[in-house]
């Protein structure tokens, strides 16, 4: 798993490896000091990694029972109804194929050099990930 943030953008790559609690509480930490965790926004790209139930559970724990927008963009139909179902939760919780970007950003709510600064983290972290 790779991660980057700018502002209240949290951006998140997966390969198909879940990433173990130490590296996902390395990559949430920056939200424990959110004041009002309903204004973060989290991309994510993944192979089908993901947080497991531990770890998903400590994420709900920073947001307070408050519902953040998440993009989930995943080629996998799995992944998509994973999201789908956690989407009964919180309804900002929606997922993506590859093709409906443009729709993702939409979700979050992204501005143009938002969208430019995650395609270029993305390239980063993917590269990063394939080493």
Known sequence: M??????SLYLFVHNGVSPD????????????????PQHIR???FTDGGGPSNTTRAQTEGILRGRPSAVAV?????????????????NPRNRAFSPRE????????????DEITWSE????????????
């Not at 790779?2 to 502002?7: E, I, M, Y």
């Not at 109804?81 to 009964?88: D, E, F, I, M, N």
């Not at 270029?120 to 080493?131: A, T």
């Open 101 to 112: 970007i443009q729709e993702a950003y939409w979700h979050l709510g992204l501005t143009a």
């Open 73 to 89: 963009v995943t080629d996998s139909a799995w992944v998509r109804a994973l999201v789908k179902v956690q989407g009964l939760t």
């Open 21 to 36: 609690e130490a590296e996902w509480n390395e990559a949430t930490k920056g939200a424990l000091n959110v004041p009002d």
């Open 42 to 44: 989290t991309l994510v």
């Open 120 to 131: 270029l983290q993305v390239r980063e972290m993917r590269r990063q990930l394939d080493r």
């Open 2 to 7: 790779a991660f980057a943030t700018r502002g």
